[in-house]
Each structure stands twice: as C-alpha cells, then as structure tokens.
C-alpha cells in the first residue's frame, strides 16, 4: 500500500501523520500518478485547521497540485503510463494521487517548479486577465512578492503591462528583477502608487487580503477592474472574489505556463523541500506564513 499524510481531526501541525492509504483508482479523465513533488497551498492549512466551508470526510489527506509520472489512466484520458505530468487534483501528499486536471510535463522543466506552478500560476492568469488591464496599462499587484503576486507579475511584464507591486522593503529588489515597480504596502500605500504612476492605473489584483480593497476602488475609480483572490470581504465594495467557483479556474494556462517554464521566461521559487515524515514541520512554516517561495513535498 502507498504512503500518505492524513489526519482524523481539525487542528495543528500536530495532527498530521503518514499512514498506509489505498491505492486510489483514476475516474474518466483522470490519470494516477506516482508522485515526484506535491506543493503546499494556504487552503491545505485552512482546511487542516477548518478554516474553509467544506465539509471533510476523516482521515483526510491535503494537497492538490503535483508533478509525477502516470502510473494509471482514466477512460478517456490523453495520456500513457509513463508519462510526465503535472497538475491539480486530489490527496497529494502521498506517493501516488489522482490528477483531475494534468498537463505534460517538458522535459526541461523540473518537478518542484511543475508541481509549484500548477495552482498559483493558474491563479495569477486568471486574477489577471480578470482584471481586464490590456497591454500598455498598468496594474497594481498585492502581495507582489508572494507565490501568486510573483507570477502575476512576470505573466503581466510579459504581455506589455505596467506592474506596480506593494510589498515589504525587504522585496523591492525582488520586485525589480521581475520588472515591476515596489512600493511599500501598508498606511500610504495609495500615495506612494500615485507618485510612481501619477497617469493613474488601470487595475488592481489583490493576492495578499490586507483590507485594501475600498482604497482600490478609489484608485482605479471602478470596483469591476478590482479583483480578489484573497478578501473574503469583496462583495461589500463591489469587487469580483475570484476562485470561488470552479468553473471560473483557467486550466487551459496550463500549455503556456510550462512552455514558459520551459523557456526560462518563468521563474518559481522554492523555499524548501521535506519528506513525507517532515509533513508537520512543512505546515509550520506554512502557518508562520512569509516564505521566500513555495514549499515542496518530495514523497
């Protein structure tokens, strides 16, 4: 039997464990694979401390993206055993997992990056074309040095827009070497935006979730090119939350984003990598928040 992270109750770090899992079995469409890399997102916490909407059958095991190789493949699926992929699905943290959702993996592109690329890239082109800037505006990225922020911004240089990112003065460099403008975030925020782009801008995604959002609206003088993946608080200004519904999720990026990765034009850091027994210190890096990149679970 494969190995996996599980756990029967809501709370800390601490209620995670590996256990012996069954093998789970692709449906239409789907492919098994054997995971080479599964990254860690904020909802996997969320859901661990219980934190989200959705109700939970225990034990549960996290994780959504991976990258692996097929081991089996679902009716109708575009794929053979022993093929590289990466994607979303389901259970994760765990030597084999169901993609619901896969794309081929290049070659040249290693699995930390495919497995990191696969929810956050999705979430930064859709976030941003969401926000309807065109090539020659400019848009403000929240959270700009963050794991959506970052690659938001690279997508956005890439298509002719203007980024101007808020982050910590510890990522202004960062932020430049992307090709955005950092500014600092937090009291001021607004005046600082307008003193580096005093034409104005034309729309504003927020990744971070501070609060920012009726300052936004005020900047870009309309709520529809302000969009959210991050404030739970966006209906009461008007403004889009994006993510929501699963049928709004852009997985036709996924070609782009690993010819992207493939190229070089696409850079994704990763802070750090644990093994399934380190699962519990993973998740309190996660929960401490501020990691210089994704982190990685290498089964």
């Not at 996290?62 to 994607?87: C, L, N, Q, R």
């Not at 959702?101 to 930390?112: F, H, W």
């Not at 929810?119 to 505006?137: K, W």
């Not at 990598?273 to 890096?285: N, P």
Request: charged share 20%.
């Amino acid at each position: 039997m494969p190995r996996a992270v599980t756990y029967a109750r809501i709370g800390g770090p601490e209620v995670l464990q590996v256990s012996d899992v069954p093998l789970p079995e692709p449906g239409p469409g789907e492919v098994r694979i054997k995971v080479a890399a599964a990254s860690a997102n904020l909802v996997d916490s969320k859901l661990r401390r219980g934190l989200m909407p959705f109700p939970q059958r225990f034990p549960v095991t996290p994780g959504i993206d991976a990258a692996g190789v097929v081991e089996a493949v679902g009716e109708g699926a575009p794929f053979a055993v022993g093929d590289s992929v990466f994607g979303t699905g389901r259970a994760t943290y765990a030597e084999s997992a169901i993609l619901t959702t896969a794309e081929r993996k290049p070659d040249s592109v290693d699995d930390l990056a495919a497995a990191a690329v696969a929810t956050t890239g999705e979430t930064a082109f859709r976030g941003l074309a969401q926000t309807g800037v065109q090539a020659g505006g400019t848009v403000v990225i929240h959270g700009a040095a963050g794991g959506v922020g970052e690659l938001a911004m690279q997508l956005a240089v890439r298509q002719g827009i203007t980024v101007v990112g808020t982050c910590a003065p510890s990522d202004f460099e960062f932020v430049r070497s992307l090709g955005g403008t950092p500014v600092a975030y937090g009291e001021g925020w607004v005046d600082r935006v307008r003193q580096v782009s005093p034409e104005g801008v034309d729309g504003v995604f927020d990744t971070a979730g501070a609060g920012v959002l009726p300052e936004s609206v005020q900047l870009t003088g309309y709520a529809r090119t302000v969009v959210t993946i991050a404030d739970p608080h966006a209906e009461q200004v008007g403004v889009r939350f994006s993510g929501g519904n699963l049928a709004e999720r852009r997985f036709d990026s996924y070609p782009m984003l690993a010819q992207l990765l493939a190229d070089g034009d696409l850079t994704v850091r990763v802070a750090k990598t644990y093994r399934l027994d380190e699962v519990q210190a993973m998740h309190e890096a996660l929960d401490r928040g501020g990691n210089p990149g994704k982190l990685i679970l290498v089964p």
